[in-house]
């Protein structure tokens, strides 16, 4: 090879090196894949227990003198509450709308004497509280804050005692039919487990009795009722299908 020809050789491959980084350079440079989160999603169904104080009110006023109704005092009842519940979600985007259904026992019990008698008291036991509800939440992931209404249930038995024994058949049993409001907070920690805790307004609208089966001789008499019920419950739920994590990027 001629010196020509070596010289010629050598040019080329310094002008080949040298563009060579300014054609790395003018190429694309592909994008770092997208960062995907995972986001958990509340839509499905759940069955689950609860436990927790229920805390009732109940004010009797005597309506035999319609010209001027006397109360009877007024007492509060406190003791637990523990039952089940199940139900289903659905979410959209964070917002999430439900349905529940809620059953328990209940040992809520409470008694006044009469301010007109020192020998009379009222007492009162609620031994059960069924609601129906819908909810309506925002989820921030894994957390759900939701509000809660719809219908309730309560029943209980009450009687009028005498120095503290049953006064006669003057000892009824009721089921009450109302409304009710409240609202939680539920923890998903795993994928199928939830924990929440919650509130629970149930009211009612008054209610007459008269203990003994035609002891009422006019639609005026019989003994007015003014009651409600509180509760502040804590549970545990098992989502079906997991709480399928969708991707969120």
């Known amino acids: ?26 190429m694309p440079v592909k994008a770092p894949p997208p960062v995907v989160e995972a986001v958990f999603s509340w839509t499905g169904c759940y069955i689950g227990g609860n ?6 009110r109940k004010e009797n006023i005597d309506l035999f003198n319609p010209a001027r109704p006397d109360s009877l ?11 089940g519940q199940l139900g289903c979600d659905y979410q959209v985007g964070r917002f999430v709308l439900g349905v529940q259904g809620m059953l328990d026992g209940a040992s809520i019990r409470g008694v006044n004497v009469i301010p ?9 036991r609620v031994s059960g509280i069924a609601t129906l509800t819908g909810r309506a939440g925002i989820a921030f992931n894994r957390t759900l804050v939701y509000v809660k209404g719809g219908g309730a249930w309560v029943r209980e038995r ?10 006669g058949n003057n000892s009824e049993n009721q ?24 509130y629970n307004y149930l009211g009612f609208k008054n209610d007459r009795t008269c203990f003994v089966v035609g002891g009422c001789t006019a639609v005026s008499q019989g003994i007015n009722q003014k009651f409600n019920v509180q509760t502040i419950l804590f549970g545990l739920n098992y989502r079906f ?3 399928a994590v969708v991707a969120r990027y």
């Not at 491959?13 to 563009?19: D, K, N, P, R, V």
């Not at 009450?158 to 006064?167: D, M, P, R, T």
């Open 51 to 56: 436990v927790g104080i229920g805390r009732a």
């Open 73 to 83: 005092g007024t007492h509060k009842a406190t003791g637990l509450v523990g039952g």
């Open 116 to 124: 007109q008698n020192a020998a009379v008291s009222y007492n009162t």
């Open 1 to 26: 090879m001629g010196g020509t020809q070596m010289k010629k050789l050598l040019l080329a491959t310094t002008i080949l090196g040298l563009s060579t980084p300014v054609m790395a350079a003018d």
């Open 175 to 198: 089921t009450w039919n109302g409304w009710t409001f409240g609202g939680g907070a539920e923890f998903a920690f795993t994928g199928n487990w939830s924990v929440f805790g919650e």
């Open 241 to 243: 299908g997991g709480g």
């Open 158 to 167: 009450h009687q009028q005692l005498v120095n503290g024994v049953l006064f």
